[in-house]
């Protein structure tokens, strides 16, 4: 298994994880809004006019979507110039490895998102 699979792996599991946390705090807003509105779809319509990538959006997933492309980029980094072939985009690596159709729960759900979450500086380099 190469350092990119395996830190898939990684990523996959964690993004699991954390998916399910932010699931829970999704469905606790929701049954909160409906409780407010008395009608579910008008609680998801309210909550997705402050959240319009949903449960994608928190913070907690941010979070894990930033570390693995930091992490992505910097095993890149530290391919020597050798075996600069199996460098792996981190775009490439966040998404499309997700692609392998065991993952489509995981796609549809970073799909609502509009950007990855990473900053760059003046110079194009990740900040």
């Known amino acids: 298994m190469s350092p990119h699979e395996k830190l898939f792996a990684a990523y996959l599991k ?3 994880a954390v998916k399910g946390e932010v699931d829970a705090w999704w469905s606790a807003l929701l ?30 997933m941010i979070a894990v979507i930033r570390k693995y492309y930091l992490a992505c980029n910097a095993l890149n980094e530290r391919l020597e110039d050798d ?11 966040m998404s499309e490895w997700l692609l392998d159709g065991k993952n489509m729960d995981l ?3 970073l799909g609502r998102l509009s950007y990855w979450p990473i900053g760059f500086d003046d110079e194009g380099d990740i900040a």
């Not at 075996?83 to 690596?93: I, M, Q, R, T």
């Open 107 to 109: 796609v549809k759900f």
């Open 14 to 16: 964690e993004l699991r």
């Open 31 to 60: 049954d909160t809004e409906s409780q407010r509105t008395g009608d579910r779809t008008q609680a998801q319509r309210e909550l997705e006019r402050r959240w319009p990538a949903g449960a994608a959006a928190h913070p907690r």
């Open 83 to 93: 075996d600069a072939a199996d460098e792996v985009e981190p775009v490439v690596f």
